[in-house]
């Protein structure tokens, strides 16, 4: 039965090599990528030679009123009979800035706004079109570890505060900074792995929520806001470590998320996804009362409650 998966995230990286291995292994499945306007349309184009089913929405997934456009217009596709049942969401866009002061058109911190409202909004707008069974995957980082064990020292590990705080620029100290900036992106993957616990609880039975974790991933665009020694390093140095167990490749990465999209790795619901088996992520990440915390803000900040 031919059913719509919606991505984020698909234009780069291992988005990109997930989106093409959904096509190959999924024939029955129509993916309807959200992308900035002429790219969207662009990626849309190359996804689908060969004859594969492939759309795109146009969203700004730093802006929260250009997301809750793009919701509505899926769900305006979905009532009019142009997209066939809705069955899963890849929430695997993410940003990395190299300060902690970025701020979106919302007055919301950029990291946060794409690495959590974005999802969010999009999870939530689009909750009542999903047709059961479906699977909601949020890609996440064990960057959420904060430990050398899973991030070599190189991104420092989160530092957790009031929803209110995380959600604005200056959260952290000396947020001019790189530091500051990888402070940011790591508590943002906390914080979605926090919600993607509770999704688990709130989400109606049939409608699967699962955190994907694709370990560290040399090469990708991630590191397109830093600077010129760091992107140099990121693209042609660190690379190596694929080699070895510190690292993953991007068509590794890639095709692990798409099984995970897919099914084809079996994990119950709130589950989080270590590369390619069920695993636990850290102890910081099961907190029910920071979880429903952040819930209420986020559910206030996106304007879901309104």
């Excluded at 662009?42 to 795109?56: K, N, P, S, Y």
């Excluded at 430990?147 to 620029?169: E, I, Q």
């Amino acid at each position: 039965m031919q059913h719509t998966i919606v991505m984020t995230g698909a234009s780069r990286g291992i988005g990109r090599v997930a989106a093409e291995h959904v096509l190959r292994q999924s024939p029955d499945v129509h993916l309807l990528v959200v992308a900035r306007g002429a790219s969207g349309a662009q990626l849309a184009a190359e996804l689908g030679r060969g004859g594969h089913a492939v759309t795109h929405v146009p969203a700004d997934l730093g802006s929260l009123q250009s997301v809750r456009s793009a919701a509505a217009e899926i769900h305006a596709r979905l009532d009019r009979g142009e997209l066939p049942p809705l069955r899963g969401f890849a929430g695997n866009a993410g940003l990395q800035f190299t300060n902690a002061l970025t701020e979106g058109p919302e007055g919301f911190e950029s990291t946060f706004t794409v690495n959590v409202l974005t999802n969010h909004l999009l999870v939530r707008s689009l909750q009542d079109r999903f047709t059961t069974p479906a699977r909601i995957v949020i890609t996440v980082s064990d960057t959420h570890f904060g430990d050398f064990k899973h991030n070599m020292g190189m991104v420092p590990g989160p530092v957790w505060k009031s929803p209110d705080v995380l959600a604005r620029t200056g959260a952290f100290p000396e947020p001019g900074t790189a530091v500051a900036g990888r402070t940011a992106y790591s508590t943002s993957k906390l914080a979605a792995i926090h919600l993607v616990h509770e999704y688990a609880r709130r989400l109606p039975t049939g409608i699967d929520v699962l955190s994907y974790n694709p370990g560290f991933v040399p090469g990708t665009g991630l590191a397109r806001n830093a600077g010129p020694v760091s992107r140099f390093a990121m693209r042609w140095i660190l690379p190596v470590l694929t080699l070895t167990r510190f690292a993953t490749s991007r068509s590794a990465a890639g095709r692990h998320l798409a099984d995970v999209v897919l099914g084809r790795i079996k994990a119950p619901t709130g589950s989080y996804v270590d590369r390619n088996r069920v695993a636990r992520s850290s102890e910081e990440s099961y907190d029910p009362l920071r979880e429903r915390d952040l819930w209420d803000a986020v559910e206030e900040f996106t304007g879901v409650t309104r």
